[in-house]
């Protein structure tokens, strides 16, 4: 363990880490269903499913069958130019999954991108249209959609990205109608919430080609959930005045909040939506942006100058496309929402005990997640991203063999779907465990 872990000091800059501050990775030999091994042997149960992306455990064997097949056909192959069964295939899928008009499905490699196309394409679209003066995006607080410029711009949100502030394009953010188990005064805030949306609308409408939003809940920008009904008034009210509508749903996608996509649950359907993480079951990087055929239609023309351009290397690669293929089959072959159903019923009854909880507040369970605030009163350690606090409990939950990451004060599990009830009891006492630490 230790030779790799210099190696890897000497060597890496890993995301998202003070490498000043923080302790030192722990070095992986391999990962199986729910569980990860260090090189020592030691067992971590991954209950934040390696950042939201793996769905049906790690190493599932029909996963890497399809893998190793599609290995043996092509693993790769330009995408200008030429198609393949797996790319068409998954396009199919996920348009006859979605439904209505969402039916033009562009690749790309990873959740950032997909955001970064949809983006661009609203833009475009617009100065395809005519109507070149629409040029803004409307974003929520706490929103995040990824680390590239687009996305940070609509994801600005989220607090990560103020020290490129000066760099990101214009973007109007509203407040989120977030929610939680016991919460009285939801209506309220919904209210105010689309209040202040018709508000930007009034004051800028025209300039606007596009809302981008997370339905049912914000990830990293802090577990925050939110109602159906909240989205569809956004949806409503966007729609009302021209606006495209995005719905990102990166992280909501693929049954982590019970249905397959979140906004099946919220009797709408949006302009273009954006998938990543789940798609490939979490094994290796893909994305597309689904597009309503409506917009596809306005970049069509006699010559190059409404096409978009836009393209990666590894666009619509084979062998992550015939991985996401065979991921969407198992989810009807291994009948998964029912797995999730069962797994969200025991996150109900365990939040019940949360709910008394004196360092606890803002319980809420959605699908396989589970999430609540941590109180600390007027300690205020609440808001960082990496406060000392939530430090302090990563390391004690791995001490713990359990893989729970803290976002500042929000602590949450999002499990693989294949978490036995064991693993997920085990998981609930580490929590409550963590929280003597407070
Ligand atoms: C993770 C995430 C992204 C970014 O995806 P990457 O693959 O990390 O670039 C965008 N939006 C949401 C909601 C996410 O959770």
């Not at 983006?119 to 249209?129: D, E, R, S």
């Not at 018709?198 to 990293?220: C, S, V, Y």
């Not at 803290?406 to 602590?411: A, N």
Request: glycine share 8%; proline share 3%; with cysteine.
């Amino acid at each position: 363990m230790t030779d790799l872990i210099s190696r890897d000091k000497e060597y890496i800059w890993h995301p998202f880490t003070q490498h000043k501050t923080e302790c030192e990775p722990i070095a992986l030999s391999h990962a199986k269903d729910a569980s990860l091994f260090d090189v020592d042997g030691n067992e971590i149960i991954d209950l934040i499913s390696s950042w939201w992306t793996i769905t049906h455990g790690h190493s599932h064997p029909a996963i890497n069958d399809a893998m190793m097949d599609q290995a043996n056909k092509m693993s790769h192959v330009m995408f200008s130019g030429f198609t393949h069964e797996p790319a068409v295939q998954i396009a199919e899928s996920l348009s006859h999954h979605l439904g209505g008009n969402l039916s033009k499905i562009f690749f790309s490699d990873n959740g950032s991108t997909s955001v970064e196309v949809a983006l661009k394409v609203a833009y475009q679209y617009w100065q395809n249209k005519g109507e070149a003066q629409r040029t803004n995006f409307i974003a929520f607080d706490g929103a995040y959609h990824g680390d590239t410029f687009g996305a940070m711009a609509v994801g600005k949100g989220s607090g990560f990205f103020t020290s490129f502030d000066e760099l990101l394009c214009q973007v109007h953010t509203v407040p989120y109608g977030e929610t939680w188990l016991g919460d009285n005064e939801v209506q309220t805030r919904e209210d105010t919430a689309i209040t202040a949306l018709q508000k930007t609308i009034d004051q800028h409408g025209d300039t606007i080609a596009a809302i981008i939003m997370e339905p049912l809940f914000q990830g990293a920008g802090g577990m925050k959930f939110c109602r159906p009904e909240f989205v569809k008034r956004v949806v409503e009210t966007a729609r009302a005045a021209g606006i495209l509508v995005i719905f990102d749903e990166i992280a909501t996608g693929f049954g982590r909040t019970g249905s397959l996509f979140a906004h099946q649950q919220c009797d709408v359907k949006p302009d273009m939506i954006c998938l990543s993480k789940g798609l490939t079951a979490g094994t290796l990087p893909l994305s597309v942006t689904v597009i309503d055929a409506h917009i596809f239609d306005a970049f069509l023309g006699d010559d190059f100058s409404k096409a978009l351009a836009h393209g990666h290397s590894f666009t619509g690669n084979p062998l992550a496309c015939s991985i996401a293929n065979r991921s969407l089959a198992l989810f009807e072959e291994e009948q998964t929402l029912e797995r999730i159903r069962a797994i969200e019923a025991s996150h109900q009854e365990f939040a019940q005990e949360l709910l008394s909880h004196s360092k606890v507040k803002h319980v809420r369970v959605c699908g396989s997640l589970l999430a609540f605030d941590i109180d600390e009163g007027d300690k205020g350690a609440e808001g960082s991203y990496k406060s000392e606090t939530s430090l302090k409990l990563r390391d004690f939950f791995l001490a713990e063999g359990l893989n729970i990451r803290p976002l500042g004060p929000v602590v949450y599990l999002m499990p693989p779907y294949s978490i036995t009830n064991e693993q997920l009891k085990q998981g609930y006492e580490g929590l409550l465990k963590g929280l003597e630490l407070v």
